[in-house]
């Protein structure tokens, strides 16, 4: 997967500056031009739930530009110039950088006050909407815009990940009702079936790789 794919992502909700320190080697171990299979099934694991403990130490190495083991005020600054760019071209009200670091600190809590560890945002009870303030603007927004009475009493709130499979499930539901009555030839069902043997084992090795 190149850059400008993967700037597209998602249509485009994922920071840019972040998609371009994947392929800075921070976490590829190397520069590349092209992200593989893997790398991509890693992001996106982190990208959906960054709840999980691994998700967290992915996105904390994306946003400690220096690698000095800490997310200073300026790195917060960085990320969140690139999100106020994208309020301006989706024109939403913009939310102040201050107001937005001040926002992240209350989440974190860091025990210093002008940095974050990776440790500070382990504790955090809510790492997603940390990370999210600096990195997708579509899940900040609806973090912002959201319904704090939207779920029944008693009712448990859905995880990131069961949100991110409930719309996937959606999905796909909506494109085989959109492709019933269409007949495909057959000469190519053995050659996708192949195809789809290939990438699932590729996507079980990524994951069990991403969950040791």
Not at 112 to 131: A, G, N, R
Not at 137 to 154: A, C, T, V, W, Y
Not at 157 to 163: L, V
Not at 164 to 183: F, P, S, V
Request: glycine share 4%; hydrophobic share 35%; net charge negative.
């Amino acid at each position: 997967v190149s850059l400008e794919d993967m700037k597209k992502h998602a249509d485009g909700t994922v920071n840019p500056r972040a998609i371009e320190r994947l392929f800075q080697g921070t976490v590829t171990q190397k520069t590349t031009d092209i992200l593989t299979y893997s790398d991509f099934i890693r992001f996106l694991l982190a990208e959906e739930d960054k709840t999980h403990p691994t998700a967290i130490e992915y996105w904390f190495r994306v946003m400690d530009l220096d690698g000095d083991g800490y997310i200073s005020l300026y790195e917060l600054e960085y990320f969140y110039q690139a999100q106020l760019e994208k309020m301006r071209l989706l024109g939403v009200e913009e939310c102040s950088i201050l107001d937005c670091i001040c926002q992240a600190l209350d989440l974190v809590r860091p025990k210093d006050e002008i940095k974050i560890t990776l440790s500070d945002v382990k504790k955090c009870k809510q790492p997603s909407q940390f990370f999210n303030i600096f990195l997708n603007i579509q899940k900040f927004l609806d973090h912002e815009m959201r319904d704090p009475f939207s779920n029944k009493e008693g009712e448990t709130p859905m995880t990131d990940w069961e949100k991110y499979a409930a719309r996937e499930y959606d999905d796909l539901i909506a494109d085989e009702e959109y492709n019933k009555g269409y007949d495909y030839e057959d000469d190519f069902e053995e050659e996708e079936e192949e195809d789809k043997m290939i990438l699932g084992n590729l996507a079980k090795s990524a994951v069990e790789t991403y969950t040791k």
